[in-house]
């Protein structure tokens, strides 16, 4: 059984944690360095990619992350997961960190307000049938670098990718019950 952590500090952990239990993982929460060593995986959920990357250099966090992510361990980011997993950021604030190591450039908030979120139903490589895929105030990807698959697009613009060991996504694989994407990450830490 996965030893899979779910970034803590900020953001939409609980629906990560209760997908990734029923899938049979050992899921939990990661709010402390000691916590991430146990991860044979990890997710960044949504949430506000700003507010995340300043709790995670306050409690210590944001460099034993790069280097986790770094030395090649699985990790999924959903949302503001994928803006902190990106390499490169567009209309982000000034100053504002990420962990890095996905080689994107991510457009923060590309579809729009809170108002403007959407549900839609997207073919996703590898699955079968399409993917129920929520959008609240999600990123969308700009630019992929040569070693970026692009598992999804929605509106003419990636919303899936995968690189190696990371697997981002725009929208909230996490709120629909489906599980199927987080069986896909699952399968990526087990390799």
């Known amino acids: 059984m996965p030893a899979i952590g779910v970034f803590a500090l900020q953001g939409d ?7 990734l239990s029923a899938l049979g993982a050992d ?4 709010r402390r360095p000691s916590e991430l060593e146990r991860c044979d995986g ?7 990619s700003t507010t995340m990357a300043k709790l995670a250099r306050t409690f210590d966090l944001l460099d034993p992350l790069r280097q986790r992510v770094k030395d090649g361990m699985p990790t999924f980011g959903t949302c503001a997961g994928m803006i902190l997993l990106a390499d490169r950021i567009r209309d982000g604030i000034e100053g504002q960190e990420t962990i ?4 994107v450039t991510v457009r923060r908030n590309a579809f729009g307000r809170q108002v403007d979120s959407f549900e839609a139903d997207l073919p996703f490589t590898g699955l079968d049938d399409p993917v129920h895929a929520v959008f609240i105030r999600a ?8 070693g970026v698959e692009v ?11 995968r690189q190696g060991h990371l697997l981002a996504t725009s929208f909230h694989p996490e709120v629909d019950g489906d599980g199927r994407v987080h069986r896909l990450f699952l399968e990526l830490v087990g390799r």
Not at 42 to 48: A, D, I, K, Q
Not at 100 to 103: H, K, Q, S
Not at 139 to 146: D, Q
């Open 151 to 161: 598992l999804a697009s929605a509106e003419g613009h990636p919303v899936a990718v």
């Open 27 to 30: 899921a939990f929460t990661v």
């Open 42 to 48: 990890l997710v960044l959920p949504g949430g506000e």
């Open 139 to 146: 990123p969308w990807v700009e630019e992929v670098g040569p």
């Open 13 to 19: 952990v609980r629906e990560h944690v209760a997908t």
């Open 100 to 103: 890095g190591g996905l080689d």
